[in-house]
T-cell receptor
Framework: DTGVSQDPRHKITKRGQNVTFRCDPISEHNRLYWYRQTLGQGPEFLTYFQNEAQLEKSRLLSDRFSAERPKGSFSTLEIQRTEQGDSAMYLC????????????FGPGTRLLVL | EDQVTQSPEALRLQEGESSSLNCSYTVSGLRGLFWYRQDPGKGPEFLFTLYSAGEEKEKERLKATLTKKESFLHITAPKPEDSATYLCAVQMGYTGNQFYFGTGTSLTVIP
């Protein structure tokens, strides 16, 4: 399978705990995006990487959220001190070089904070 | 303020009953418009990319068109397996790194 993969697919945690999600993009894609989606809404942009550099972060992204993409390959999204409002589907997408910027999405990680 | 609006929010069609979904946008510096299909509990699946007014793309029963202010996704003779949420997204900004999604149209095709 050469698509975008995400792990885990589901995560249940208690309020106040830290969680980390992983995304493996399509291998030749140098751009990687994280989104959050709640029920009945479209995906909401969180952050963007080009290779290993984090070039953009949403103003909505609180200090409890951090993302990394070491070596420009896979990426991790960590949420510290989770809150019930963090419950959502976290989506990762990747795209290739400029000019072919269609984003291809992974299956998502569904987070439930109790 | 930049905005992406999709209508209707929900649409129920009889099998074979053609219709159109709308995505209107008020953004500056549009670089591209994307249509995705999303099934429950899954990530969005790419359908089309449109870059300039007048452009059209077609795939099976789906056809996407773009004007300066809106895009339409036309569904011809839909089948039950076309039932899904259809999302549009606009790519904008000087760097082209900003993508804004609409809230989607939930399509149900009744056999």
């Amino acid at each position: 399978d050469t698509g975008v993969s995400q792990d885990p697919r589901h995560k249940i945690t208690k309020r106040g705990q830290n969680v980390t999600f992983r995304c493996d993009p399509i291998s030749e894609h140098n751009r990687l995006y994280w989104y959050r989606q709640t029920l009945g809404q479209g995906p909401e942009f969180l952050t963007y990487f080009q290779n290993e550099a984090q070039l953009e972060k949403s103003r909505l992204l609180s200090d409890r959220f951090s993302a990394e993409r070491p070596k420009g390959s896979f990426s991790t999204l960590e949420i510290q001190r989770t809150e019930q409002g963090d419950s959502a589907m976290y989506l990762c997408a990747s795209s290739g070089l400029a000019g072919k910027e269609t984003q291809y999405f992974g299956p998502g990680t569904r987070l439930l904070v109790l | 303020e930049d905005q992406v609006t999709q209508s209707p929010e929900a649409l129920r069609l009889q099998e074979g009953e053609s219709s159109s979904l709308n995505c209107s946008y008020t953004v500056s510096g549009l670089r591209g418009l994307f249509w995705y299909r999303q099934d429950p509990g899954k990530g969005p699946e790419f359908l089309f990319t449109l870059y300039s007014a007048g452009e059209e793309k077609e795939k099976e029963r789906l056809k996407a068109t773009l004007t300066k202010k809106e895009s339409f996704l036309h569904i011809t003779a839909p089948k039950p397996e076309d039932s899904a949420t259809y999302l549009c997204a606009v790519q904008m900004g000087y760097t082209g790194n900003q993508f804004y999604f609409g809230t989607g149209t939930s399509l149900t095709v009744i056999p």
